[in-house]
């Protein structure tokens, strides 16, 4: 109930108006989100991959309503693959289709996208596509379909293991050897579409992480880049020890090596997990949100633990 009512609140422009503005609210953000500026991101990847950990870098924003906003994001992202080569920091670069255009026509998306791409490629870069909610699943599929035609390898996607189609789409992705970011999933869907109990989305994370091990193993275990930039195929999103534990068994059993797949997490949780990972000899990539358009993401933070609202209130 919580969840819903967050993911709610996540897409009010209501709530935004009055919470983007709360001093406090920003506060609390701050626990997940680096900054306002590129600056900001830059200082705490700088910080991350002093403790060995690479990063993704996130410009926030969704949802862009012009043509004229869709391509200052897009823009924006270009900068912030210049602000990591100019640090020499090592980190690749998340983004959401719908930032950058996607609601508005699928060929303004597909324009800034290769802008972006082109970027990347320059410095030898990646860009990970983060998945959105499941309105829009199929058209990030497609995109990322096309910018592969286009002779783009430097991209990746996000699959969410709460959705019934994932396994499925797992299987077309990984015949064509691309680079996936398994996660749990971060929005509210129907039951329809979605696992509704946690046990039943917790048992698929395990079985879709499954499929990325084997995957890996089929093409060779390509290992994470020395300069953090490149991923493995296997990226496995989660904070949840339970499936941290399955994967590590499992890649283990199966003889995938430690720097073939990598951990990822969200900045500010479970920090601790983080550095043992790190310890332990596994690579571990951090996804680091930076700037003013931090609301929504925030929300759907607060959302997957509503318990931390009492933690995070100002005393
Ligand atoms: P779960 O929610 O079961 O949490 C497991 C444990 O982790 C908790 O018991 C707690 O200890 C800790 N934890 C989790 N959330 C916490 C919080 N907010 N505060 C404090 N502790 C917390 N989703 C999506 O739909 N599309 C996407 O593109 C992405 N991208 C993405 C990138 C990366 C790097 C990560 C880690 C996650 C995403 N997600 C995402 C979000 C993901 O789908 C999911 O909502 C969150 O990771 C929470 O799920 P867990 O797997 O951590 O498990």
């Known amino acids: 109930m919580f969840r819903s009512f967050f993911s709610y609140l996540a897409k009010a422009a209501w709530a935004r108006n009055i919470v983007a503005n709360w001093s406090f609210a920003w506060k609390m953000a701050s626990r997940f989100v680096a900054g306002q500026t590129l600056a900001d991101g830059i200082q705490v990847i700088k910080s991350l991959n002093d403790l060995g950990i690479n990063a993704t870098l996130d410009h926030l924003g969704e949802n862009t309503d012009s043509p004229e906003k869709a391509r200052r994001a897009a823009m924006d992202i270009v900068q912030a ?62 995109m990322l379909f096309t910018a592969r035609q286009l002779g783009y390898e430097n991209v990746g996607i996000v699959i969410q293991a709460y959705l019934y189609r994932s396994e499925e789409d797992l299987h077309k992705l990984l015949g064509d050897c691309f680079k996936i970011r398994l996660c749990k999933g971060a929005y509210t869907e129907s039951s329809h579409l979605a696992f509704p109990k946690m046990k039943d989305i917790d048992a698929n994370y395990d079985r879709c992480a499954s499929l990325l091990i084997d995957a890996s193993l089929a093409n060779d275990c390509p290992r994470v880049s020395a300069d953090g930039k490149i991923p493995p195929v296997s990226g496995l999103a989660t904070h949840d020890s339970k499936r941290i534990d399955f994967a590590k068994q499992y890649a283990q059993k199966m003889g995938l090596p430690r720097d073939a797949m990598e951990f990822q997490m969200l900045n500010g949780i479970r920090k601790e997990l983080q550095e043992q990972l790190v310890k332990e000899g596994y690579r571990v990539r951090v996804y680091v949100p930076y700037g003013t358009e931090w609301y929504p993401y925030f929300m759907r933070r607060i959302a997957e633990r509503p318990a931390d609202l009492w933690f995070l209130l100002p005393r």
């Not at 998340?94 to 255009?101: A, D, E, F, N, R």
């Open 81 to 142: 693959f210049e602000g990591i080569e100019t640090a020499g920091v090592r980190a690749n670069v998340s983004i959401k289709l719908t930032q950058i255009g996607m609601g508005i026509s699928s060929e303004l998306c597909l324009e800034n996208l290769k802008l972006i791409l082109e970027k990347a490629r320059s410095y030898n870069s990646f860009v990970r596509i983060d998945m959105e909610d499941s309105t829009v699943t199929q058209k990030t599929l497609d």
